[in-house]
DNA sequence: ATATTTTGTCATAATTCTGTAACGCAGCTG
DNA sequence: CAGCTGCGTTACAGAATTATGACAAAATAT
């Protein structure tokens, strides 16, 4: 699967040089010069990563991390801090402000590419996996099979690729546009009401097996994949 | 039967040295000295594994790694990293790069066929083998002959093919796409619905013994044989 | 050279899947 | 409690995808 990152810089010689070093490690790149384009590409697409310069023109982006991590809908999306100086104080503000990590300038991008697969094997541990097992749910992504331990359960296309994507982001908030672009493609024009009925086959057919409960309502934001009941 | 190996390496006498060692246990060899010969290589044929040098001299192995996992064509192909260094830093960018093992230099003939081996077993089981036995249907690759307990089926040659690629790979989905590429070749253009009608045919020669049911159609996505009823 | 198989494509039938709309209930707001 | 918004459900017709049988060309065998 491939991974959407987010880098907010002001420079554009940082930005170019970060995209592509990320590129040819395989990421798909995004980039906003400040924090007003930044939350514009959000509302489009929901990157799995978010590179956020320290300073920016308009918004500073600690102040953007925090307005982030404060909102239902990008709170579980982890965030890297670029700053250039190294000072122990800024270190605690950016983790202060929700920040998962944080690097500072120059880096190599040896180090970069460490630190984004790191952040990321923390917030989407099964996104590399062959099977994904949520909680006895075992979700074959070569074999396109999906099992409790002695029942097969048949999806279509659409649910199986749901699943696939809530079971490799378990616990994580999803809104219906979030889930439509990552799911259908960033440039279909769908209905977002849609998204309730294929939840809804989805949760038909994990019913026999009582796994229907992990798919749950966020109202107001969305759907999320619970790992635990 | 025959496992195709595909090896890289700038170095000509390792490449000569690994060849000699590898033929001499039954494996087929294909050779480059660059990524970019290794990528000609690739789009004619596709091997059943790769070693791969960490060091080369255009695109390190590393980001040819990389790039070769994020490619749908290849992403499934097992690769094997050779390192000069045993340092545990590139251990560790090597299986992020997507690498499913590594060997660092220099290495014996034995632990070389020993890694190679080990990593097939994992991606394809069957592939090796003399005879084929999934579920009570034995492929003889040898001969050419497939059977249950107690009938011959005779199969054409491309069903034959289809068989014997769809059992090396139990529980595993193959687009038309990967099918066409892997049974009938990487550079023959065909249209991708031909595949419907051999699998067809295949279904029709397993009818009269009951095992067209392992041969499965996954909408939207391909076809698997499954190994269990 | 002739008979037999095998192959790739089509056209058509048979299935399965999808996106919407519509209706009703649940939850929050004031 | 009334009103509003969000969500769950169902039904359905149109789309997509796959199955199947027929056929002519190509390849093999006799």
Known sequence: MSVNILIVDDESDVREMVAFTLKRQGFRILAAEDSKSALEKLGEILPDLILLDWMLPDISGVDLA???????RYEDIPIIMLTARSEEDDKIRGLDAGADDYITKPFSPRELGARINAVLR??????????????????????????????????????????????AHPDRVFSRTQ??????????????RTV????RRLRKALEPVEYDRM?????GAGYRLSAEE
């Open 66 to 72: 925090r307005r982030l991590k404060g909102d239902e």
């Open 122 to 167: 923390r917030s989407a541990p099964n996104l590399g996996k062959d099977i994904i097992n949520v909680n006895g749910l075992a979700l074959d992504q070569k074999g396109h099979r999906v099992r409790t331990h002695d029942a097969e359960i048949n999806l279509g296309p659409t649910e199986f690729k749901l699943l696939q994507f809530l079971m």
């Open 179 to 192: 889930l439509l672009d990552r799911i259908w493609g960033s440039n279909v024009y769908i209905e977002e």
């Open 196 to 199: 309730d009925v294929h939840i």
């Open 215 to 219: 798919i749950q309502t966020v109202r």
